[in-house]
């Protein structure tokens, strides 16, 4: 596996009359990488991407030209690191509301009292979970969603929007989740 990144800031300051006549200050960033595909074993299972867990963010602060600012981040893990650092639900949680963001679903917001989510989110992310149960888990989620004709939405906007409450109450009671 490749991972890379490079960032390039610029600020370019032009003076006419010994006296500032523009400035601009620039950021550009670049993130690639390459995950080959893995081989099972010798049998006919099917083949799979190593486990990747990243997030890049860029933060940019500009209420006022004082306070005004520019944070970047990004964070990397693989392997038994990336399925330990997305199994804690703090992190899954942040992932997902991320997704539901870049995809911009309308809903309704959950209800205060709605804790549907919770419960099926506990339940998926169980750290006592091997891989595989974990897997399964949320295999027999996705099930229960095509079975209620919900099999292309997303597991953000099933878990995250009110409109969905009454599924959620079903895909609980299917899975016996507690």
């Known amino acids: 596996m490749v991972f890379g990144t490079g960032t390039h800031w610029g600020l370019e300051a032009t003076y006419r009359s010994q006296a500032l006549a523009s400035l601009s200050l620039g950021y550009k ?22 486990s990747v867990l990243a997030a890049i963010n860029l933060d940019a602060q500009t209420s ?16 038994d690191a990336a399925k330990q650092v997305a199994a804690r639900p703090d992190i899954y949680t ?26 099926i989110r506990a339940w998926l992310t ?41 599924q959620r109450m079903l895909a609980i009671k299917d899975n016996n989740i507690p």
Not at 34 to 46: S, T, V
Not at 68 to 79: P, Q
Not at 139 to 165: A, E, H, I, P, V
Request: with cysteine; glycine share 6%; aromatic share 10%.
């Open 29 to 50: 960033r670049a993130e690639t990488s390459y995950i080959p595909l893995m081989k099972q074993g010798e049998n006919d299972a099917a083949d799979f991407y190593a």
């Open 94 to 119: 942040a992932f997902q509301q991320e997704a539901q963001n870049a995809i911009q679903v309308e809903c309704d917001e959950l209800d205060a009292t709605d804790k549907t989510d919770d419960r």
């Open 126 to 166: 169980d750290r006592a979970l091997t891989d595989d149960q974990a897997n399964q888990r949320r295999d027999q989620l996705r099930d229960s969603m095509k079975n209620m004709r919900l099999g292309d939405l997303l597991f953000t906007s099933f878990l995250g929007c009110g409109d969905y409450k009454k």
């Open 64 to 79: 006022s030209f004082k306070d005004a600012g520019l944070n970047t981040s990004s964070f990397f893990a693989t392997g």
